[in-house]
């Protein structure tokens, strides 16, 4: 029931479509910006600087090994 009144009123967030949402909001990232219709800008330099980016590349330089 509650779902159908969120659907009506528009404030319903589909399984798949809150999983991004969810997964944004625990980025951490402070200059996520939201421009136009749904499109997202961070700072490059947030992003390479974050523990999980360093730890992602040298995942990749063991695969790439």
């Avoid at 009144?5 to 404030?11: A, D, H, N, P, Q």
């Avoid at 949402?21 to 951490?28: K, M």
């Avoid at 499109?39 to 063991?62: C, G, I, R």
């Amino acid at each position: 029931m509650t779902d159908i009144f969120k659907k009506i009123i528009g404030t319903y967030v589909a399984p798949d479509e809150q999983e991004v949402l969810n997964a944004i909001n625990n980025s951490g990232l402070k200059s996520m910006r939201v421009v136009g219709r749904g499109t997202l800008t961070v700072d490059t330099k947030e992003v390479t600087n974050s523990p999980k980016f360093k730890e992602y590349v040298q995942q990749a330089k063991q695969i790439a090994k």
